[in-house]
């Protein structure tokens, strides 16, 4: 009975024994790796061989997909002493074995220019048959901050309400925020409110002492960045100015206007004035008459003028000279051979001589060429 129990326990630890040499990975359990884009990282995956395994050495790391009704995606391989290395187009030629002969127990591999795309679960899966074995690790690839813009909203006045914004538009979340003054006492007012998630900071009742320069930290796990605001806290305008400012201008407006319409209508009544007048002119003064028509009027004037004021003694001769004076009206009175001859000189009487007859002097209105009186 002793003896077949001390068989029993030999054979026992002989399989463990078996069940414990072979092909192992050495390199530690699953881990969890983050890194900021734009890093290098290398995963290990160390192991070692036993004289059992005799097959050949195949090295294959994939990432896993989270999906598993997906494929998961080869990303480099070593088989038959070669190394393969363009399976994954995403990181093609970004991962690189980190030993030049993984045969000799070291097959980690190094991802460099992360990108948040890269992120995953890899394993590491290493078979010499007999033996097989496997390690998984998680990567988080992150992305820090980018340069975040600093702003202030609303009227940066007295007495009022001032919000100063911080805003990172890329970077792995949670971002947090943080608000500093980096001018005068470096003391934020003290009725600021600051939100560290919403990258907010609300100044209440603000006053002038709030003015000056302020810088807002973005920071994540994997890096910062920071912008810097200047704040001027102005005091409130004179609203009252302003109004009758605005006023007083809308009175000049209306008055400059009004003066340009009345001088617009007084321009255009005088045109039409001068107009009118211009019409009247042309329509009331009558046609110039000949210089026979002209003559022949000034002739009976001055017949008429004459006959009234002679007397009985000199009335013949004004007789003798009217038939000189008379112009014939048209051709047909002339003459056919006979030119008119110019009347005879009349002797002329003296003043006193003609007062002693008995006559009256008048003036006769001199004459020019064409007849008019002159």
């Known amino acids: 009975m002793e003896a077949s129990n001390a068989w029993l326990s030999c054979l026992l630890f002989t399989l463990l024994g078996a069940s414990t040499v072979g092909l192992e990975i050495t390199s530690s359990a699953m881990t969890s790796i983050e890194k900021a884009s734009g890093q290098n990282v290398k995963l290990d995956c160390m192991f070692t061989l036993d004289a059992a395994d005799s097959g050949p050495l195949d090295i294959e790391w994939s990432l896993l ?23 994954y187009a995403a990181i093609k030629g970004r991962v690189h074995f980190n030993s030049a002969d993984p045969k000799n127990g070291d097959a980690s591999i190094n991802l460099t220019g992360l990108k948040s795309s890269d992120s995953g679960t890899y394993q590491c899966k290493v078979k010499k048959a007999p033996g097989i074995r496997s390690k998984k690790m998680l990567l988080i690839v992150m992305v820090k901050p980018s340069k975040p813009r600093c702003q202030a909203d609303g009227p940066t006045q007295e007495g009022k309400d001032i919000t100063l914004r911080c805003t990172s538009n890329e970077g792995t979340k949670p971002i947090q925020y943080s608000w500093e003054k980096t001018s005068d006492n470096k003391v934020l007012p003290a009725s600021a409110l600051m939100d560290p998630m919403g990258g907010t900071i609300n100044v209440r009742n603000a006053s002038a002492s709030a003015s000056g320069a302020y810088r807002c930290i973005a920071s994540n796990r994997v890096g910062t960045e920071e912008c810097v605001l200047y704040l001027n806290v102005t005091p409130p305008p004179n609203t009252a100015g302003i ?49 026979v028509s002209t003559a022949r009027s000034f002739t009976v004037g001055s017949q008429r003028s004459s006959l009234g004021s002679m007397s009985p003694s000199n009335l013949h001769e004004y007789a003798l000279k009217t038939q000189y004076d008379k112009i014939p009206s048209s051709e047909e009175d002339r003459p056919p051979s006979h030119t008119p001859r110019p009347p005879p000189t009349a002797p002329r009487v003296a003043g006193p001589n003609l007062s002693r007859m008995g006559g009256i002097p008048v003036m006769i209105p001199a004459q020019n060429r064409d007849g008019s009186i002159v």
Not at 254 to 280: G, T
Request: net charge positive; glycine share 2%; with cysteine.
């Open 65 to 87: 997909s989270s999906d598993n009704q997906k494929e998961d995606k080869v990303v480099i391989l070593y088989s038959g002493d070669r190394s393969y290395e363009d399976y």
């Open 243 to 291: 109004i009758a400012g605005a006023i007083i201008a809308v009175l000049l407006m209306l008055i400059i206007i009004a003066i340009i319409l009345f001088c617009c209508c007084r321009a255009r009544h005088r045109k039409k004035y001068e107009k009118e007048i211009c019409n009247e002119i042309r329509e009331d003064v009558p046609p110039p008459k000949s210089r």
